[in-house]
């Protein structure tokens, strides 16, 4: 399978497995030279917090899930690891529903695999709580890699 672009994607949640996510992508993605999209989705409310707390004008221009998601830190360090890695990326911006946002981002960057992360959870908890990763992998338009969170 030849790997053009990595979608790697994250959210608020993924700042105590960022490391884990990039060491991952950087072990499946350098030696196939691949371009990586690191993707980075809000819900609605996690998108105002976010702005308000980097102090973007919601109504000015800057004010794009785009620019929200590189200057948020779990991504900037991401791309700091990407960098020292030597791999080339570029950082997208959603807004809504995860699981269907990284879907959408996949299909329209062409993705050839899509990196996640998660934690392990039960089945009732997967019911009854929903699970982005689970969403992902059902409805990605191509394979997907789950990477879990360290247990301890």
């Known amino acids: 399978m030849s790997l053009d672009t990595i979608l790697l994607a994250v959210g608020p949640t993924d700042a105590d497995r960022y490391e884990r996510l990039g060491e991952e992508t950087i072990d499946i993605g350098v030696g196939a030279d691949a371009h990586v999209?690191?993707?980075?989705?809000?819900?609605?409310?996690?998108?105002?917090?976010?702005?308000?707390?980097?102090?973007?004008?919601?109504?000015?221009?800057?004010?794009?899930?785009?620019?929200?998601?590189?200057?948020?830190?779990?991504t900037r360090e991401l791309g700091k690891m990407l960098e020292a890695a030597g791999m080339e990326y570029e950082v997208r911006g959603g807004v809504g529903d995860r699981g269907k946002e990284i879907v959408q981002i996949a299909k329209d960057v062409d993705a050839d695999?899509?990196?996640?992360?998660?934690?392990k959870r039960s089945p009732?908890?997967?019911?009854?709580?929903?699970?982005?990763?689970?969403?992902?992998?059902?409805?990605?338009?191509?394979?997907?890699?789950?990477?879990?969170a360290d247990t301890k």
């Open 124 to 148: 009732a908890g997967k019911a009854v709580f929903g699970s982005t990763a689970q969403e992902v992998m059902l409805e990605s338009p191509c394979p997907v890699t789950f990477v879990r």
């Open 113 to 119: 695999l899509v990196i996640v992360g998660g934690r």
């Open 37 to 74: 999209v690191l993707a980075h989705v809000f819900t609605d409310e996690e998108y105002e917090d976010t702005l308000d707390a980097l102090e973007i004008d919601p109504n000015a221009e800057e004010a794009t899930p785009g620019d929200a998601a590189r200057r948020h830190t779990t």
